[in-house]
């Protein structure tokens, strides 16, 4: 690493002296940004409350496909085999710099935009991770930086990338299958927080997979021992993973979901389902614990004479971190200076802390120093990792609810519904439209973020965690 190390030491040398002057073209990204800020957060709302869900954000897609689109951007529906994923593009040449774009929500978690839990469709879904935010300010930098190359002061292609399905089948991985990312020498992304920091660090590796176990029914009271307990296996295995999480590395993480135990007291059941996920810092960790987990399917099959399945339904790797990347967006942050929130504000967080048995300290406004990036952090999982293998990353995190909230929750989702989430959203914005204008203005620069990458990268080559074949579209 000792090279891009070197290349970063005098890119900081070099954005210290320069970055932090807020230019004309810098201007016209914050003008551009409030210009269309009413219409962004209009887009945002009605995607909150579609609340679609993986591959099924035919909406959602549609909305922000068609504003792009109506600003005078190449759309190009339907990529990758997916119908709700697209490419927004506009202008010719390099550098070409994408944006990403998310937009499905989660299951069971809808709510109103208020600070106390009330269900906006009971049992419904809801935007628990900010993703109607996160596809809305992606698209608000991308537009700013086309009326730029528009006007003729930048010159290169910017691409608004629209990716569905991150909650759970991680349809990035097909659209860097199908080489979107290609031609691409620089990707932007962000998500919504509770903080507001350039973000340079990793995610976790991760599996997705399915276990099933099929018996033989029977009468639980006349005849038991004419059944064969799938139950029973799915009971022996869940007892066998809760066992082996002493022995994996701090690292690790594993959970499941019970997907089917069996209908009713009185049958012995004979098929169960298990939903399991299987995470590490680095995905040469996560593997052989991966492998574990599928031999302990089969002993607990043989233990209560069933047979057994087990079905990968995905898999994404970490984040690859770039330093350079991250310290332009750090300056563009401090550039910027923190997100400012209103009394009403201030007390929509406090009162959200307050009912999920938090400190009431608020919203978290700062902009956070440039951290040292993490051997082995915490943390959740992106499909973006599969990105970063595939093009030079930055990543930004902003601030759109109070701090310590509890995420994938109704709690990030009433945020995401009001101004907090707006003013993140906005923001967010601005700060990757202000990153992706240096990138287009310093060729230099996109060779120090790119020399990182590769640097980073090494030897290794990029091999999906799932085998070749479509997306699993109506989860098939």
């Avoid at 991770?129 to 537009?143: D, E, M, P, W, Y």
């Avoid at 031609?183 to 509770?194: E, G, I, L, Q």
Wanted: charged letters at 20%; hydrophobic letters at 40%; glycine letters at 10%.
């Amino acid at each position: 690493m000792k090279q891009w190390y070197l290349i970063l030491c005098f890119s900081l040398v070099t954005l210290g002296t320069n970055a932090q002057t807020l230019t004309a073209n810098k201007k016209a990204i914050i003008a551009s940004v409030e210009k269309h800020e009413n219409a962004l957060i209009e887009i945002s709302d009605n995607i909150w409350a579609l609340a679609e869900t993986a591959f099924e954000e035919t909406q959602s897609s549609k909305i922000l496909a068609n504003y792009a689109e109506s600003q005078g951007f190449k759309v190009e529906r339907g990529v990758a085999g997916m119908p709700t994923a697209f490419v927004a593009s506009y202008g010719s040449g390099s550098p070409v710099i994408s944006v990403l774009g998310e937009f499905d929500a989660l299951p069971g978690i809808s709510q109103k935009a208020k600070p106390t839990k009330e269900a906006l469709n009971e049992g419904a879904a809801g935007h628990g991770c900010g993703h109607n935010l996160f596809g809305a300010g992606s698209l608000g930098a991308a537009i700013a930086i086309k009326e730029l190359i528009e006007a003729g002061k930048i010159n290169g292609t910017v691409k608004f990338m629209g990716t569905p399905s991150e909650e759970k089948f991680f349809g990035k991985i097909w659209m860097v299958r199908e080489g979107i990312w290609d031609d691409v020498d620089v990707n932007v992304s962000w998500h919504p927080s509770a903080s507001t920091q350039a973000d340079v660090q990793s995610s976790l590796a991760l599996v997705d997979f399915k276990i099933e176990f099929f018996g033989q029914a029977a009468h639980a009271s006349a005849d038991p021992w004419n059944g064969r307990s799938a139950s029973d296996a799915l009971e022996i295995y869940t007892t066998g993973i809760n066992y082996y999480r002493e022995h994996v590395k701090p690292t690790v993480r594993m959970h499941y979901h019970i997907q089917d135990g069996g209908q009713v007291v009185n049958v012995v059941p004979d098929y169960a389902r298990l939903w399991m996920r299987v995470r590490d810092t680095k995905r040469e960790g996560m593997m052989p614990v991966y492998e574990r987990v599928q031999k302990m399917a089969e002993g607990a099959a043989i233990m209560a004479n069933v047979e057994y399945k087990v079905s990968l339904i995905s898999g994404i790797y970490e984040v690859l971190v770039n330093r350079t990347g991250g310290q332009v967006m750090q300056n563009n942050l401090e550039l910027l200076g923190p997100i400012e929130y209103t009394p009403e504000e201030e007390a929509f967080g406090k009162k959200i802390q307050e009912v999920t048995g938090k400190p009431q300290v608020g919203m978290d406004s700062k902009i956070n120093p440039l951290e040292a990036t993490k051997e082995h952090p915490g943390g959740g999982s992106t499909d973006v990792g599969d990105v970063s293998w595939n093009v030079a990353n930055i990543n930004l995190g902003v601030t759109t609810a109070p701090k310590d909230t509890p995420w994938h929750s109704w709690a990030v989702v009433a945020c995401g519904g009001m101004s907090i989430g707006h003013k993140g959203m906005t923001y967010a914005s601005k700060a990757m439209g202000m990153t992706m204008l240096d990138l287009f203005e310093d060729p230099e620069l996109v060779k120090e973020v790119k020399a990182e990458y590769k640097e980073r990268k090494g030897d290794a080559v990029y091999e999906a965690i799932v085998p070749p074949g479509p997306p699993p579209i109506n989860g098939n």
